[in-house]
C-alpha cells in the first residue's frame, strides 16, 4: 500500500478525485437539504409543477451539449497541443445547440396547452442552458486531471445560489423566481469558470473555432446527440407522463422521492470522470491493463450503488417523513423501488465510457432507444393500474434495459456485458479487489 501512495501517476488520479468528491459531496449535501426546504415551502403541487417544466426542458437537453462532452475530453487527452481550437470550437457548436434546443423546444409548445407562468417558466430554465456552453472549461480540466480548479468555481456558485433561494423561502417568493433560480446557477458558474480560466491559462479563446474542426467533432458526436436526446426521454419522460396522465401533485410527491434517488449519483459521476483519462491511457499502453481497469470500474460502481439501495430501501418510510413531511408521504414506495435503478445507472455511465474509448460511440444510440421505448411503453401500462409506483418501476426496467441487457444485444460489445456480469458478483469483486494485496501480504 505504502508503494501506491508512492506512485505519481496514482497521487495525481487521487488528489484530482478527491478534490472532485469533495465538491460533489458539498453539492449533494447542500442541494438535497435546500432542495428539501424549498420543496416543503411550496408543497406537492407547486413543487410538483416546477418539476414538470424542468423535466419538460431536459427532454431537449441534449441539443445543447452536441454530445461532445465526453468527446472533447477524449480529443483533449489525446492532442493537447490543439487547446485554443478545440475549446473555442466546442465553445461555440454548444451555442447553436443551445439555440436549436430553444426552437425545438418552441415548436413542441406550440402542440401544448400551458397557463402563462408555465410557458415563463420553460423560457427561463431554458436560457439558462446557454451559459453552460462555458463547461467546456470544466472538460478542460478534467483532461488535464486538474478539476480542482473547476471544483472551486462550482463550490462557490453553489454556495451563493443556495443562499438565494433561501431568501426566495424566507420571502415566500412567487413559484416564477425558483425557476428563475434554476437560471441563475448557470450563470454564475459560467462566469467563475472563465474567471478561472483567465487565472490559471489566460483568456478564453472566443475566436478560435474552426470549420475543421467543427465538422471532425461533429461526425464523432452526432451519435450521442440522438443517443442523449433518448436518455434524456427515459430519464425524465415519467415526469412529464405523470403531469399529462395523473396532476401536478403527483409529480411534486414522485419528484421528491426521485430527487433522493439522484442525490448520490455524483459519486459514480465524479469517479468516473477522474478516472476516465486514465481509461484511455491505459489502452494505449496494455490491452490486459486496459480490460482490468474496465473492470475494476464496473466492480466500483455496482456495489457501491447496491451499498446506497440496501439500507435506503429499509429506511424509506422515516426518511420521507422526516425529511419532506407526511404531505410527501406516499413518495417512500417510489423510493423503495426508484433506489435499485442507480445500480444500472452506474454500469451504463460506466458502459458508455467504454464505448465511446472503443469509438463505438453508434451503439449508445440504439441501445438507450430500447430504453427509452420501453420506459414510455412501460408508464402508459403501469401508471393507470398503479399510479406513482408504476412510473418507478417502469424506469427500473429501462436503466436495466439500457445499463446492462443491452451489451448483451450486439457483437462487439458481448465481452463487455460478461465484464458487467461479473461485477453483480460479491465474490468475482472481492477477489478481484483484494485477493492480489492478501498474497502479498503473505
Known sequence: MPNLFARPGFRKYFANTSWLLGERVLRMVVSLFVGIYVARYLGPERFGLLSYTLSFVWLFSSLASFGLDDILVRELVKRPKQRKNLLG???????????????AIAAALHFKTEDEQTYWMI?????????QSTNVVDFYFQSQVQSKFAVRAQAI???????????LVWNQAELIWFAFALMLDQAVVAVLFLLVYHWKIGWFPFFSFRWTEAKKLMIDAWPLIFAG??????MKID????????????????????????????????????LFPAVIEAKIKSKTLYDKRVQNLYDLMVWSSIAVALPTTL?????????????FQEAADVLRIYIWAGVFVTL????????????????????TILGALLNVGFNLWLIPIYGIKG???????????????SLSFFKKTRHNFLMAAKSLSIYGAYKRTFHKTIIRGR
Open 229 to 234: 436526446m433518448v436518455v434524456s426521454v427515459y
Open 348 to 367: 451504463g455511465i460506466a458502459s458508455s465510457k467504454w464505448l465511446i474509448a472503443e469509438n463505438l460511440q453508434r451503439y449508445l444510440f440504439f441501445r
Open 315 to 327: 429506511l424509506a418510510d422515516w426518511v420521507i417523513l422526516i425529511l419532506y413531511g407526511i404531505d
Open 123 to 131: 423560457a427561463l430554465i431554458t436560457f439558462g442552458f446557454l451559459f
Open 157 to 167: 456558485q453553489l454556495i451563493l445560489t443556495s443562499l438565494f433561494k433561501i431568501y
Open 89 to 103: 470550437t466546442v465553445f461555440w457548436l454548444k451555442v447553436c445547440g443551445t439555440v436549436v434546443m430553444g426552437i
Open 391 to 405: 412510473a418507478a418501476i417502469a424506469t427500473l426496467v429501462a436503466q436495466g434495459t439500457v445499463g446492462f441487457l
Open 239 to 274: 415526469q412529464v407522463m405523470l403531469k399529462e396522465m395523473l396532476d401536478a401533485k403527483a409529480v411534486g410527491v414522485y419528484a421528491a422521492a426521485v430527487k433522493l434517488c439522484e442525490a448520490w449519483y455524483f459519486l459514480p459521476t465524479a469517479l468516473i470522470a477522474s
